[in-house]
Every structure is written in structure tokens, then in C-alpha cells.
Nanobody, 121 residues
């Protein structure tokens, strides 16, 4: 079984910064894509940023130039540095990963339970 555990959410003022972290644990052979999604109240879950094991990144247009994703493949962790936060960034942020538990098996998609980020004065 694979678990994703997020940390780092909280309350921050507009213009502030926050770092989210996610650690994958369990029976892990490899992780290809790992990243972050978010869901604001009354809205659908949306992609924030992802990174492949090779370092290729994908960002939502709304967070480009403000957020930066990073990974430690050896530790199976992913982080999200969030700068210049806006009230519209308020959401539950979810860690997501495509995990292979064995070289012969297909990757399976896993979600963390989420961490709340509130941007408010």
C-alpha cells in the first residue's frame, strides 16, 4: 500500500509565501509523475503543478512565475514553493503521484488527503 502525506498548509496573508511538502511511503518501486492539485470551495479539482522523475514540469497558467515545484526522487518527496499568494489560491491542496509498486506492474495513481491553504488578511 502506498500513502501520500502532505504538510505545510495554513493561513497566510496576501502576498505571502508558503511551502507544501508531500512524502510518499509504502511499497514503492518507482514514481513517474508527482505533483499538486487543488480544489477551492464550490469548484472542481484542478492541476497546480507536476514534475516527472526526469525533471520536466507542468504548471497551471494561474501559478506560473509564482509557484515552483521540486522533487527528491531518492526520498520520494515533492514540494511546492508558493510565493505572492492571492486569495484566489485558497483551496485544499492535494498531493498526487503515479506509483509503480513493482517493475512488472502498471503505475497506479494515488492521492493524499489534502492540506488546506487559506490566503486572507
Amino acid at each position: 500500500q502506498v500513502q501520500l502525506l502532505e504538510s505545510g498548509g495554513g493561513l497566510v496573508q496576501p502576498g505571502g509565501s508558503l511551502v507544501l511538502s508531500c512524502a510518499a511511503s509504502g511499497s514503492i518501486f518507482s514514481i513517474n509523475v508527482m505533483g499538486w492539485y487543488r480544489q477551492a470551495p464550490g469548484k472542481e479539482r484542478e492541476l497546480v503543478a507536476t514534475m516527472t522523475s526526469g525533471g520536466s514540469t507542468n504548471y497551471a497558467d494561474s501559478v506560473k512565475d509564482r509557484f515552483a515545484i521540486s522533487r527528491d526522487n531518492a526520498k520520494n518527496t515533492v514540494s511546492l514553493q508558493m510565493n505572492s499568494l492571492k486569495p484566489d489560491d485558497t483551496a485544499v491542496y492535494y498531493c498526487n503521484a503515479d506509483v509503480k509498486v513493482n517493475w512488472a506492474f502498471r503505475a497506479r495513481n494515488y492521492w493524499g488527503k489534502g492540506t488546506l491553504v487559506t490566503v486572507s488578511s
